[in-house]
């Protein structure tokens, strides 16, 4: 089983729509949550963290359920330019307060005119 | 302006050929990381470090090799061991190793010839 698990996708929907992604997680030490958005053939940057009591950034609400250990993305109003590929992101607390960040492998969104 | 700069951003490898990534940040940030992303899949690890003088191998360094013999420096050097280079490689940093997230460079596409 993967650490962190998406539906790769494709989600197809007109402007307008709300969409949501799912994403679970399978190591309990998970400490820390994000969002990232990757356009095509470009690096990931960071869309926003998770926090527990989840937070919202415009059209964007991000939840997290540590007891189910999934997080999810809220996308309201879908624009032409949210189109892309979103990536879970889990921080992993090891040893001496280190942290590994594991990558989800991105759900791809493409909103339709 | 503040950032991760990759260079260069289209390379091409021959056979037996060792090729070298730059990767540089003026963030200040201690923490550095290499990924590996292939078509349609999430990234992977290749190797971090976490402060100058020392790093740590990912999930899949064979083939590969770093130094952080500066802050803000981590070159990647793909050798001729790794039999399939051909890849979108990033680098990311962060502060520390602890929960904060990562940003990346713009990336460096390997091709071999």
């Known amino acids: 089983r993967k650490e962190v698990e998406q539906d790769p996708g494709p989600f197809n929907v007109p402007e307008g729509a709300t969409v949501a992604f799912n994403c679970t997680y399978s190591n309990s030490a998970s400490q820390s949550f994000f969002w990232y958005r990757q356009d095509c053939r470009k690096e990931p940057k960071l869309l926003m963290s998770?926090?527990?009591s989840g937070n919202e950034d415009g059209r964007f609400t991000a939840q997290l359920n540590r007891a189910s250990q999934y997080i999810s993305l809220l996308i309201r109003d879908s624009k032409l330019s949210d189109s892309a590929t979103y990536l879970c992101?889990?921080?992993?607390?090891?040893?001496?307060?280190?942290?590994?960040?594991?990558f989800g492998q991105g759900t791809t969104l493409q909103v339709k005119p | 302006d503040g950032g991760i700069t990759q260079s260069p951003k289209y390379l091409f490898r021959k056979e037996g050929q060792n090729v070298t990534l730059s990767c540089e940040q003026n963030l200040n940030h201690d923490a550095m990381y290499w990924y590996r992303q292939d078509p349609g899949q999430g990234l992977r690890l290749i190797y971090y470090?976490?402060?100058?003088?020392?790093?740590q191998k990912g999930d899949i360094a064979e083939g590969y090799s770093v130094s952080r013999e500066k802050k803000e420096s981590f070159p990647l050097t793909v050798t001729s061991a790794q039999k399939n280079p051909t890849a979108f490689y990033l680098c990311?940093?962060?502060?520390?190793?602890?929960?904060?997230?990562?940003?990346f460079g713009d990336g460096t596409r390997l091709s071999i010839l």
């Open positions: 998770v926090y527990s």
């Open positions: 992101v889990v921080n992993i607390y090891g040893s001496s307060n280190t942290g590994k960040l594991i």
């Open positions: 990311a940093s962060r502060p520390g190793p602890g929960g904060q997230p990562q940003h």
């Open positions: 470090s976490q402060i100058v003088n020392d790093f």
